[in-house]
């Protein structure tokens, strides 16, 4: 149990274009939603927390206008790179949390901005 | 804030034989969670053990095993007969009793590799 899906796996746009990751909670329903971005070989950078039916909590720094989330159910949140620039070149990483603190993992989106 | 700290940045262990990570952490929070999380190369997180920190018992799940010390603020895992799958990035990980907060403090990292 506890799987999270994330969708595409992996994306490459143009710049200037919007590209959407969805992520899924499969086998349970998730009380809250994490969107993280990951350089490589650093570690996970919190970008918002979401709650389904709510807006987002977005951390600082983090531009919501660039990157809007959408928690539509209790199994989905997207997250929507808008007007994406080469800089928004990264992995991005969703969790999932159901009534327990544990968070469990989708696979992660490389998205890679030409 | 909550900060964590790993300290090794790489690590290296033998097919079979013990390695520890270790983490440590800053809180004035009495009641949170630990997590180790592992990173292969795939990218997927991985969830390998959690500790509640109300609980003096160490936790253990199989060959890994965490060495609590909430004094000292030092939560470190120990991999018993490393295998050639064990081969990852640790995170160490932070979150304040659910109550309070849901967020996850992560630390840098640890990147263990399994020499054949």
């Known amino acids: 149990g506890a799987v999270v899906s994330q969708h595409p796996s992996r994306v490459i746009c143009k710049s200037g274009t919007s590209v959407k990751i969805e992520c899924r909670s499969l086998?349970?329903?998730?009380?809250?939603m994490f969107w993280y971005r990951q350089f490589p070989k650093q570690s996970l950078m919190l970008m918002a927390t979401?709650?389904?039916?709510?807006?987002?909590?977005?951390e600082q720094g983090v531009e919501k206008d660039k990157f809007l989330i959408n928690h539509a159910s209790l199994t989905l949140s997207t997250l929507t790179v808008t007007s994406a620039h080469p800089e928004d070149s990264s992995f991005y990483i969703c969790?999932?949390?159901?009534?327990?603190?544990?968070?469990?993992f989708g696979p992660g989106t490389r998205l890679l901005v030409l | 804030a909550q900060t964590v700290t790993q300290s090794q940045p790489e690590m290296s262990v033998q097919e079979a034989e013990t390695v520890t990570l270790s983490c440590t952490y800053d809180?004035?929070?009495?009641?949170?969670?630990l997590f180790w999380y592992k990173q292969p190369p795939s990218r997927q997180m991985i969830l390998v053990i959690r500790?509640?920190?109300?609980?003096?018992q160490n936790a253990t799940e199989n060959r890994f095993s965490v060495n609590f010390q909430k004094a000292a603020k030092s939560f470190s895992l120990k991999i018993s007969d490393s295998q050639l799958g064990d081969t990852a990035m640790y995170f160490c990980?932070?979150?304040?009793?659910?109550?309070?907060?849901?967020?996850?403090?992560f630390g840098t990292g640890t990147s263990l590799t399994v020499i054949p």
């Open positions: 969790s999932a949390r159901r009534v327990t603190e544990t968070q469990y």
């Open positions: 086998d349970f329903q998730a009380t809250t």
């Open positions: 979401s709650n389904e039916g709510s807006k987002a909590t977005y």
């Open positions: 809180t004035s929070e009495s009641n949170y969670y």
């Open positions: 500790q509640e920190a109300y609980k003096q």
């Open positions: 990980a932070f979150m304040k009793h659910q109550n309070t907060g849901n967020q996850f403090y």
